[in-house]
């Protein structure tokens, strides 16, 4: 199965500004997703993040706050734009090939002060 | 929504079998069934999917009734290393279509 790496593992920021996720995969994917991760709650979807196209995202989630790059078929970004204490999650990254079942890195744990 | 209903929690007793259920009564004729599991702190971890026969691997054992409504992931021998939690999810195989994630089985594996 693919091996997926995100950075930064964890990190601490202050309300009001910007991080940035990165989601590198070691092989070739056609898709890649983003999830959240509440304290003591399952995952939601974020979402689809598109080769060369806008991201697609799921009801509730926003270009202008999670905004989501993927320039290639092995990299993806997504920034969590002015951030305020509700933001604090684990973000997750997740690809799938096709016929292939949904792998997911370790996530991103991030806490707002 | 999660398409997938499965008990809060369950516990089990150090090298005795797992049996964890999941109600899935809406599933369609194209959709498999996916279980994985969070340890604490890491991501989920893919286990075994399914269609209409019995699955099995080296981590598990996954039994779909005939009527495809309800499935039990078999661990048989479980270990405390596989306290987690346990989620049961439909979906169609193409991988186009990302996982919905319910709110699963927390499995506490007790010495």
């Known amino acids: 199965s693919a091996v997926i790496s995100q950075k930064p593992s964890r990190d601490i920021c202050q309300r009001g500004t910007s991080l940035t996720i990165q989601c590198q995969v070691d092989?070739?994917?056609?898709?890649m997703f983003w999830y959240r991760q509440q304290p003591g709650q399952s995952l939601t979807l974020i979402a689809t993040a598109n080769q060369g196209s806008e991201a697609t995202y799921e009801s509730g989630f926003v270009i202008d706050k999670f905004p989501i790059s993927r320039p290639n078929l092995t990299f993806s970004t997504l920034t969590v734009s002015n951030m305020s204490p509700e933001d604090s999650s684990i973000y997750l990254c997740s690809v799938a090939g096709a016929n292939q079942p949904q792998h997911f890195g370790d996530g991103t744990r991030l806490s707002i002060l | 929504d999660a398409k997938t209903t499965q008990p809060p929690s369950m516990d089990c007793a150090e090298g005795r079998a797992a049996n964890l259920p999941c109600n899935h009564s809406t599933i369609s004729g194209n959709e498999y069934v996916y279980w994985y599991r969070q340890i604490h702190s890491q991501g989920p971890q893919y286990i075994i999917h399914g269609l209409k026969n019995n699955e099995t691997n080296e981590m598990a054992s996954l039994i779909i009734t005939e009527d495809r409504k309800s499935s039990t992931l078999i661990l048989p021998h479980a270990t405390l290393r596989d306290t987690a939690v346990y989620y049961c999810?439909?979906?169609?195989?193409?991988?186009?279509?990302?996982?919905?994630f319910g709110k699963g089985t927390r499995l506490s594996v007790i010495a």
């Open positions: 999810i439909v979906r169609v195989s193409s991988g186009n279509t990302p996982l919905v």
């Open positions: 092989s070739q994917v056609t898709m």
